[in-house]
C-alpha cells in the first residue's frame, strides 16, 4: 500500500516539526514543510501531495491565511485532500470549509494531543472521507435547535401537525391517531399557541402552522 504524501504548514516550527515527525513514523511521507501560506500554496503545487495539514492562521496576518490557502489548493487541486487545524471552534470557517466537498477535515489543535485518534482522521481524509469537530458539529446542532420553531411541540404535537401538512381535517387526524376530536382541537391549540401564531377568525393559522412545519423539517 503507498503511503499517504502530505506537505505540513504550520508557523510554529516545534509543532511543525513534531507533526512532521509524528507522521513520518505513522506510514505517512513528509514531502514538505512550510511556515507560511505561501510555502504551502508552492510546495502542493510542485509535489500534489495525497493530503495538506494547515494551520487557519498563518503569516503575515494571523487572520485567516491558511484557509484562504486551503481555498485555492480545493480549487486548483482537488484531489488534494486537507485538513485545517484551528485553535478555536469557528463554524462560520468550518462550514465555509467543509462544504467544498470530499476529503475534507476541519480539527481543533487539542485533538492531536489524541495521537491515535488525529492518525486516524489523516488517514479517513485521505481515502477521501470528510472530518468535522465535534465542537463544530455540537454548535451547529444547538444553533438549529435554538433557531427551529418545532422543537418546543411534543413528539404528540409534531406527529399532529405532520397530518395537518398532509392536509387531514380534526376529525381525519382523529382517526389515523385512535383519539377523541375533541383531544386533537387540544393538540391543534397547543400546536399553533408554541408556534406563535395569533388568534383569527378562520383557518388562516392553520396554514401557517403547516407552512412553519414544512419550512423547518
Avoid at 478555536?88 to 492531536?112: F, N, P
Avoid at 454548535?139 to 399532529?160: G, I, Q, W
Amino acid at each position: 500500500m503507498t503511503m499517504p504524501r502530505v506537505v505540513v504548514a504550520e508557523d510554529d516550527v516545534l509543532l511543525r516539526e513534531g507533526l512532521a515527525s509524528l507522521l513520518e513514523r505513522s506510514g505517512f511521507t513528509v514531502v514538505g514543510q512550510a511556515g507560511d501560506a505561501a510555502g504551502l500554496l508552492k510546495l502542493t503545487r510542485e509535489h500534489e501531495p495525497d493530503l495538506v495539514l494547515v494551520d487557519v492562521r498563518m503569516p503575515p496576518t494571523h487572520t485567516a491565511e491558511g484557509l484562504e490557502a486551503a481555498r485555492i489548493i480545493r480549487q486548483e487541486l482537488p484531489d488534494v485532500g486537507i485538513l485545517v487545524l484551528s485553535a478555536h471552534a469557528d463554524v462560520d470557517h468550518a462550514m465555509e470549509l467543509l462544504v467544498s466537498g470530499r476529503s475534507i477535515g476541519y480539527l481543533l489543535k487539542s485533538r492531536v494531543a489524541d495521537v491515535g485518534e488525529f492518525l486516524d482522521a489523516l488517514r479517513r481524509i485521505a481515502r477521501g472521507g470528510s472530518v468535522v469537530e465535534p465542537a463544530i458539529v455540537q454548535e451547529l446542532v444547538e444553533a438549529r435547535h435554538r433557531n427551529d420553531p418545532l422543537a418546543a411541540l411534543s413528539a404528540r404535537e409534531r406527529e399532529v401537525l405532520s397530518l395537518m401538512a398532509e392536509g387531514r381535517s380534526n376529525s381525519g387526524i382523529a382517526r389515523r391517531l385512535w383519539v377523541t376530536e375533541g383531544t386533537v382541537e387540544k393538540h391543534v391549540r397547543s400546536v399553533l399557541a408554541k408556534l406563535d401564531l395569533p388568534e383569527t377568525t378562520d383557518d388562516h393559522r392553520r396554514v401557517l402552522a403547516v407552512l412553519t412545519y414544512l419550512d423547518n423539517r
